[in-house]
């Protein structure tokens, strides 16, 4: 009795194991993508760095200081996208660079210049951006 106990449920369990390891494979192969996929997310990015570059430009213009406030916070979120995107792409010039843009544009410890120091950099990061999107 001892011996039949010992035996027969190790065959059974290899049995009942592989057909179970059969179905998990079968579903596997049946498993459907996640909802966001990866190229919504790459649009996701490139429509916030679209975002950014109007607000970017608009910052010549003058408007109350809440305006260059968010527009700090926009242009160092898009920025870091644009790091990460680039980190998974190997392109280490735009690395460097917006990294620097992150660094400069970040809100928590605020790069203090004038306004005619501020349009330029304005301007040459809209253009950043917008040579950017073309290569992410």
């Not at 916070?73 to 898009?78: L, N, P």
Request: hydrophobic share 55%; proline share 4%.
């Amino acid at each position: 009795m001892l011996s039949f106990i010992l035996v027969t449920p190790m065959s059974t369990r290899e049995y009942i194991g592989g057909s179970i390891k059969s179905k998990i494979r079968k579903q596997m192969k049946n498993y459907k993508q996640p909802i966001i996929h990866r190229k919504d997310e790459t649009n996701f990015i490139r429509y916030f760095i679209i975002l950014t570059i109007f607000i970017l430009f608009g910052a010549v213009a003058e408007w109350p200081y809440g305006y260059y406030t968010i527009l700090r916070w926009i242009t160092c979120i898009a920025s870091i996208l644009v790091v990460f995107q680039a980190f998974e792409k190997n392109i280490d010039w735009v690395k460097v660079v917006f990294i620097v843009t992150a660094i400069l544009f970040n809100p928590l410890f605020p790069v203090h210049l004038s306004r005619s120091t501020w349009i330029p950099l304005d301007i040459i990061t809209a253009i950043l951006f917008i040579f950017v999107i073309r290569i992410l």
